[in-house]
């Protein structure tokens, strides 16, 4: 299945809310969701936690950057094209497991959490994305979630 152009924004917004919801189910400051719309062909979107955040556990952390993909793929049965820039959710992911030195154990436990949060929390990934949508400028303040 691909995910039509006219639900490509939509799509992006779980892929965002995704992270935000995962990263308050792990205890991460309460995050800002972002969509930026460069062109309507073009969209894009950053989630930030507010503060800094010192995980309990790596798998945590890194539970956070899978979130993004797995809720598009959740709700979608899809993925969103790749973004290859060095700020995107894969390279991002793929340095800090460099970083971490996760095993391969730690990155499976950290997708797993992400995907079972997402699951139990698939109306709350869906609220969100649509208030991210609903709000001026496609900007969801922490105090909103």
Same mark, same amino acid.
């Given at each position: 299945?691909?995910?039509? =152009?006219?639900? @490509?924004?939509?799509?992006? +917004? ?15 400051? &309460?995050? *800002? ?13 950053? &989630?930030? +936690? ?11 952390? !890194? ?16 993925? !969103? ?6 700020? =995107?959710?894969?390279?991002? !992911? ?14 499976? @436990? ?9 699951? *139990?929390? @698939? ?16 900007? !969801?303040? +922490? +105090?909103?979630?």
């Amino acid at each position: 299945m691909t995910i039509e =152009s006219s639900e @490509r924004l939509l799509a992006i +917004a779980v892929h965002e809310a995704g992270h935000a919801v995962v990263m308050v189910q792990v205890g991460a400051p &309460t995050p *800002d969701v972002h969509l930026l719309v460069r062109t309507e062909s073009d969209p894009g979107g950053f &989630t930030k +936690a507010l503060g800094e955040w010192v995980a309990a556990e790596r798998t945590d952390f !890194l539970a956070v950057f899978y979130a993004g993909d797995i809720a598009v793929e959740e709700i979608y049965g899809d993925r !969103l094209p790749e973004d290859t820039t060095p700020q =995107s959710d894969r390279e991002l !992911l793929r340095k800090y497991e460099r970083e971490l030195g996760a095993t391969e154990d730690e990155k499976l @436990r950290a997708q797993r959490n992400a995907r079972k949060i997402v699951k *139990d929390q @698939r109306k709350y990934v869906l609220a969100v994305a649509r208030a991210v949508l609903a709000n001026p400028g496609n900007h !969801l303040a +922490a +105090a909103e979630l």
